[in-house]
């Protein structure tokens, strides 16, 4: 089992930033990616951002591409978002995820292991 917990979420203004946390724990050594998603109200959960854990491989979602930055930190098995220029649309609930397998990690089915979420709402 892996465990997730995410934090930093938050009220920003837009063309601010914030930073998000996921803290990784238990059989970290079976997560082949790390995947963040997001989901407004009335909203299907849609892809954010993913890396590999191993060589650190990135890959974003075109409407946040130049904005957000997906990094981990294999010593404290932690991975973060780093949001700049944030707009009102960014505004969701933001899950973190992990991937056994390694494919598909665009979609959310492509992930075994979810957090619990934190809110980042933008104010225009």
């Known amino acids: 089992q892996v465990q997730l917990v995410e934090s930093g979420g938050g009220l920003v203004q837009a063309g601010g930033s914030l930073r998000l946390s996921c803290a990784v724990s238990g059989r970290t050594f079976s997560s082949a990616a790390m995947g963040w998603f997001r989901q407004a109200p009335g909203k299907e959960r849609e892809f954010v951002a993913t890396i590999n854990w191993n060589v650190g491989y990135t890959h974003y979602a075109s409407s946040v591409r130049g904005r957000f930055t997906i990094s981990r930190d294999s010593a404290t098995n932690t991975v973060y978002l780093q949001m700049n220029s944030l707009k009102p649309e960014d505004t969701a609930v933001y899950y973190c995820?992990?991937?056994?397998?390694?494919?598909?990690?665009?979609?959310?089915?492509?992930?075994?292991?979810w957090g619990q979420g934190t809110q980042v709402t933008v104010s225009s």
């Open positions: 995820a992990a991937a056994v397998r390694g494919f598909n990690l665009i979609t959310p089915g492509g992930y075994d292991y």
